[in-house]
């Protein structure tokens, strides 16, 4: 009897934890879909648990892992395609996603909806921080996402989705000062 009791346990567990992975890798497709939809009345970040089969899953691309650097720090990344976007880039840490960026030109995305559902920015980063020269960041840390804006006409140009954070990490650790890189031409 004692055996059996172990088994049934055993078994719930197991099967609890693969639940509670589903769930999650659900709610990356869900976080994905939300961006590339506009949808951010059910917004909470995107998943801890997101990999690049669920990536792959939704976007097209994501085939070579290259190594880039992300806060000055050795990162792999993939690029994938949509044709909403012009870019996007997810950042791993092994195959966890630690940030997806979209780029644009996002025409469909308005700054002053984004400011009436996500409210007031935890932090505002001024232009010419980021690899986009002249946009501003709006970072909502705490809700895993940043929007990138030109102030001349008020245009997203860039979308970075990351799980819940503080802005002291999003700033040391995703990227918020990272500066394009130009490395001299090989001759040969």
Known sequence: MNIILKTIFILFFINSCNMTNSKKEETCSQSINSVINREWDKWNGLSKICSHKTIKEILEGGDVLSIGSLSNKTT???LYEHEDFSKIIAWFNED???LI???GPLEHYKLDKIIEVFGIPEKKFEPDVDFIPYATQLIYASKGITFFYKEHNRKIVKI???PPTT???YFNNL???DRKRYFP???G
């Open 167 to 169: 802005v002291d990490f």
């Open 185 to 187: 031409r090989k001759n």
């Open 96 to 98: 966890e996603t630690i």
């Open 101 to 103: 960026s979209f780029e």
């Open 76 to 78: 792999d990344f993939r």
């Open 175 to 177: 990227g918020a000062t």
């Open 160 to 162: 970075a989705i990351y």
